[in-house]
């Protein structure tokens, strides 16, 4: 069964393992439900298991709790695989944990507001290349979408609870490949070169995305050009064109009379 597993998640362009199961532990405890377990392994990783894979799986990662260790699982496939790209997205979590564990006084300096706005406002910048690859890159997209014609906002809410206008660089190729735009890694990272504005290439800015392939509804017409129609309306009355403003002019004529 694992080196099904080894097989599977060793495909080129494929999700990292760990950051799949990591949507659904936001501590970061290495654990996470049965059911969220097999869900991805079967919607975000395409892996399909028989019923004695299944089972074996659980009876090697599943704790007493009831709670499934898929850090154990990643760690086991990362050795069989020997791949270090694979093990390269959890090092500096490693170094970080080792480091606490190391130096626990040790009083890491809080940035000031003006840094975290630098920070914030920190993009990759593009050459020339990748701005052609980009834009030919937005045309596809858009392209497909009006052709699925699939609300996008909603599943990028799925991910963004806090509503923070952000994902993670992996949830970003998780819901394109959810609303039929699957991109390839390459792609991934030149949307992210693109997107990402705080500094860093793992938090992506969903917005500016949405704006190129899903731009909002044109605005309702606003209340001064709802008069301004009405004054130029015309209705018939015996058989005559009769603008309306004259008409109701007319109206309260006989009225006061």
Sequence with gaps: MNHKLAAATGLPGQLPLRESFRDFDSLRRGVCSRA???????????IQLDESDWRSLFQQFLRPDGMF???SLCRHIESKLGNPVCVHS????????LEAEHYPVRVVPVPTPSELRIAQEDKASMTPEELVRLTTLKNRL????????????PTFHDFDKRRTQHVTRWQLWRILGMLDLPVTEEELDLLCLWLCDKGNLQEVAYRPLLAVLDPPAKEPLQEETIQEGLKESIYYKNGKIVPLAESMKKNQESIQK
């Design 36 to 46: 969220q377990a097999e869900s991805v392994f079967i919607s975000a990783l395409k």
């Design 142 to 153: 858009k392209c497909q979408v009006q052709q699925t014609r699939k609300i996008m906002l």
């Design 90 to 97: 959890s090092t500096q979590t490693h170094f970080e944990e």
């Design 69 to 71: 260790a898929y850090d």
